[in-house]
């Protein structure tokens, strides 16, 4: 069903937000990743083909703009869509009228997306980045555009001016496409929150990265700092958050809410702490990122803050030298590399990935009511969902990309 | 009253938002400008000490984010709030019950307040401008922090990605403000709309802004296209569109709303007209910018579109060459300037002001009950009410800065 289709759109509240959740009943299925990608993105399709049509309204000028986003939001990893969609699943239960509401929570799953996307762009911008899901980052293709049209004034500062202004505009769409769903699902205060601390605590990880970045590296906040981003910039905004905003729009109730932020903060964190690992140890025909990128970059994530525990004074002099300069050697990359291994940084965050990870899934089995029939759990899931709980976590905290 | 302790707050919809407008009761007086102002400053500032502290309380890092917002959001013109202040007066008229209200516009004002905020740091970004009502830009004053606490890296780099980001934030922290009026005015469809509408147009009026820059100056469309920027970057977002979605959330019909529009379209379109005017003939002590400001800076506003009109090949080549052109010399810039005035783009877009202004004005007459006693318009107003729009129409259509 496309978002357009679903019944109630229009109408301006409904009384769903203030049914009682499914308490007791068992989710013996959740629907597929896959299934739940192509709908949400069949829907941001339609959503954004509509909005190009209103800009080209307001001047061919402006139909650029959405061009742009179509093309940028093809090809996303969707996992925060999916994650919003099992947590109403998870909290709606296995009620048989809940398909009706799938167009609205298309639509909160798709907004989720375009606030990831306008943070992508921006990001961009900020760390100079020339690439993005294989593609020249949106900067760089206004940058090109500048040329080929044979515009006056800089290339660069064109590229950088439409990707402060179009990366706005994918906030304010985001914005429109959870507003719609609210048409189909209603709004609860908990569900506004939890909308308003997401797009907000992303926003706030982000200052506080761009910020890390620029601290000297023997500040005594290095590591406490490191977990501030990894956890509000990534893991609750990517796994944490979206799971509790679908799990509230399904009717959650605080207790719910508390058992699945004890499966998504830990799994989030495993989620980021790999990331971490990937963007220095990934296989670069893996990630699409250059071996030891984020060495060049500068990135103060867990892992460096742990490795630094261990290097010596002369090491650690080197290593603050390099650390976000752009123009290292490979073989200046390489050393520090070997530093993060030799230092036990790495098997320090593995061990990491596996405490977090193991917590997570020690939630899922609570909610197993197969492994504890008595389970006193608001969440209940039969042996399929956990499987498939199991896997996408797996896919999370293991992934090699 | 402060919005906190506005009745309602906290509930999730109410029933206000269906309630019928009060057609046909004639508004006798407005809320002043200063009341209005006072009333939203003191809410703007009691929200983000809120969400200062919560910020603090995400990390120790994230306190300047809080400090920065406060400081930047003193002594806004507030001229878009007080508009949509007013659209609710309009539309619900003398109702004794709506002071009761108050709290919940006041959010919806000082939103738009925080959405403008948002708007100017992008701005300032784009248009490598250093200062902002009278102190440093906000990029500028997180480079000028990166020195002052001896950050590594680039300083300007630092500054850009801190104001991209509180940028955004500011974006969220708007949304978030104009989400918690909903709890005590409801929201209808139509008020939804408008929402969407105004926060989109300003960025996409921002984005051909931009573009207009850029495109060579004797390209066919610069005229259509200095008018769509003045209606979408400013006549619509800072006149049109706030007295609309004040009035939408006072519970004007589509009749209405057609009303409004006939008043703040134009007036909007007038009120920018004389910004492009005071941007290049403005005393400087008064506007606060330099001479020609915008001569230098590029813009390409219906000032320039209507003197190239008459500028033969070699002025127009000399003006192609300094538009835009940071370092031209006071004397380079005053040659410009009388270019203007001799080509007749000066006389033309005073004209255009005059006839856009008076166009507004018509509209107030057809309203005040005074003038028309058997006046067929939805919108109704005494003498003094009457007296207080024309009075702020004029300052915004002859302002001096």
């Known amino acids: 069903m496309t978002p357009a289709d679903a019944p109630g759109t229009g109408s301006t509240e409904t009384a769903r937000s203030t049914e009682p959740s499914q308490h007791g009943t068992t989710v013996s299925e959740l629907d597929s990743p896959e299934s739940i990608a192509a709908e949400v993105s069949a829907g941001i399709e339609a959503f954004l083909e509509l909005k190009a049509a209103e800009f080209l309204a307001i001047s061919p000028d402006a139909d650029d703009i959405g061009r742009a986003l179509l093309e940028f939001t093809r090809g996303g990893k969707m996992i925060r869509p999916v994650l919003l969609w099992w947590g109403f699943q998870l909290a709606s239960g296995d009620d048989s009228s809940r398909s009706a509401l799938n167009g609205g929570v298309a639509e909160a799953a798709g907004s989720l997306e375009l606030l990831h996307a306008a943070a992508l762009i921006h990001d961009d911008v900020i760390d100079h980045s020339d690439t993005r899901r294989g593609k020249p980052a949106l900067h760089r293709q206004f ?134 690992v990937l963007g220095i140890f990934g296989d670069p025909a893996a990630t699409g990122k250059p071996a030891g990128d984020d060495i060049r970059e500068g990135k103060r994530t867990v892992l460096i803050a742990e490795s630094m525990k261990n290097l010596n004074s002369e090491q650690t002099q080197i290593m603050a030298e390099r650390l976000g300069d752009p123009d290292l050697s490979d073989s200046e990359v390489a050393e520090c590399v070997s530093m993060l291994t030799e230092s036990g940084g790495l098997d320090a965050v593995e061990s990491f990935i596996r405490s977090k990870h193991d917590e997570a ?41």
Do not use: N
């Open 143 to 276: 940058e090109s555009r500048h040329s080929e049209r044979r515009f006056q004034g800089g290339a660069e500062p064109f590229g950088v001016a439409a990707a402060i202004v179009i990366g706005d505009i994918c906030l304010a769409l985001s914005e429109e496409l959870f507003e719609k769903s609210q048409s189909v699902l209603g709004i609860t205060p908990s569900a506004r929150d939890l909308r308003a601390t997401l797009r907000r605590d992303v926003m706030v990880g982000q200052y506080l990265d761009v910020l890390a970045e620029v601290v000297p590296l023997d500040d005594a906040r290095i590591g406490e700092r490191a977990w501030e981003v990894l956890s509000f910039k990534s893991a609750k905004y990517s796994v944490e958050q979206p799971l509790l905003l679908g799990a509230a729009l399904g009717g959650a109730d605080e207790e719910q809410l508390a058992e699945i932020s004890r499966f998504g903060l830990p799994l989030g964190q495993a989620f980021q702490l790999r990331d971490d």
């Open 361 to 401: 899934l020690s939630v899922v089995r609570e909610w197993a009511t197969d492994s504890s029939p008595v389970s006193s759990t608001r969440t209940r899931i039969g042996p399929t969902a956990q499987r498939q709980l199991t896997k996408f976590a797996e896919a999370l905290s293991y992934r090699k990309s």
